[in-house]
């Protein structure tokens, strides 16, 4: 079973609506939790880095959220725009993982015009 | 500017082929990581290096083999490609902070016929 599961697998939305991707884990304890964003047939790109220790961090229209308690992260993505369209995966690095991430199966985000 | 680049992008080669994929960095991180992805599903890591001549096998089993001779250069060879190689192979490489700041390269597509 992975221990990263992430939420819904994949959801369209109009341009310029909002939306919120969800990351369950059972990974401990763990360093840091990252969202990537990943363009078909690239690799992937870090949007955020959180400690367990962090809340929340922005990055533009990006905005994760995390609850180290509940072992919880979520991404909202404002004002969504048609480059948003990709999938979005959810990484966690164990604190004794040497450097090693889980990752996430991503929800796949197609905004539409 | 500092990157890391994969070569080829994309790879068609029949059965009982030898291939070796190409993943150079230029930010001098000594943690270098190939990871390998079917659509839709999760990365998972299949060889990682900690620096020179040091190289170990991934969570995922995999018949490649890797090299680290020199730190900016870490490539993936299969010695008889078969179709069940067919994937899309992902290299990265990270600095070994605390944060373990991650860069991936865009990846190869392999699909073997």
């Known amino acids: 079973k992975n221990q990263v599961e992430q939420s819904p697998q994949s959801l369209i939305i109009l341009e310029g609506k909002n939306c919120t991707l969800q990351?369950?884990?059972?990974?401990?304890?763990?360093?840091?939790l990252r969202w990537y964003k990943q363009d078909t047939g690239r690799g992937p790109v870090s949007l955020t880095i959180?400690?367990?220790?962090?809340n929340t961090k922005s990055n533009g229209r990006y905005t994760a959220t995390l609850d180290a308690d509940t072992k919880q992260s979520s991404l909202h993505i404002t004002a969504s725009q048609l480059s948003d369209s990709a999938s979005y995966i959810c990484?966690?690095?164990?604190?004794?993982?040497?450097?090693?991430?889980?990752f996430g199966a991503g929800t796949q985000v197609v905004v539409t015009p | 500017e500092a990157d890391i680049y994969q070569t080829p992008r994309y790879l068609v080669i029949g059965t009982g082929k030898k291939i070796t994929l190409e993943c150079s960095q230029t930010?001098?991180?000594?943690?270098m990581y190939w990871y390998q992805q079917d659509p839709g599903m999760e990365l998972h890591l299949i060889h990682y290096?900690?620096?020179?001549?040091?190289?170990e096998k991934g969570d995922l089993s995999s018949e490649s083999t890797v090299s680290r001779i020199r730190t900016e250069h870490f490539p993936l060879t299969l010695e008889s490609a078969r179709p069940s190689h067919t994937s899309q192979y992902l290299c990265?490489?990270?600095?070994?902070?605390?944060?373990?700041?991650?860069?991936f390269g865009s990846g190869t597509r392999l699909t073997v016929v």
């Open positions: 990265a490489s990270s600095d070994g902070g605390l944060n373990y700041g991650y860069t």
């Open positions: 990351c369950n884990y059972t990974v401990s304890p763990f360093s840091n």
């Open positions: 959180m400690t367990f220790s962090e």
């Open positions: 990484v966690v690095l164990a604190t004794d993982s040497w450097g090693k991430l889980q």
């Open positions: 930010m001098g991180h000594d943690k």
């Open positions: 290096s900690y620096g020179v001549n040091s190289t």
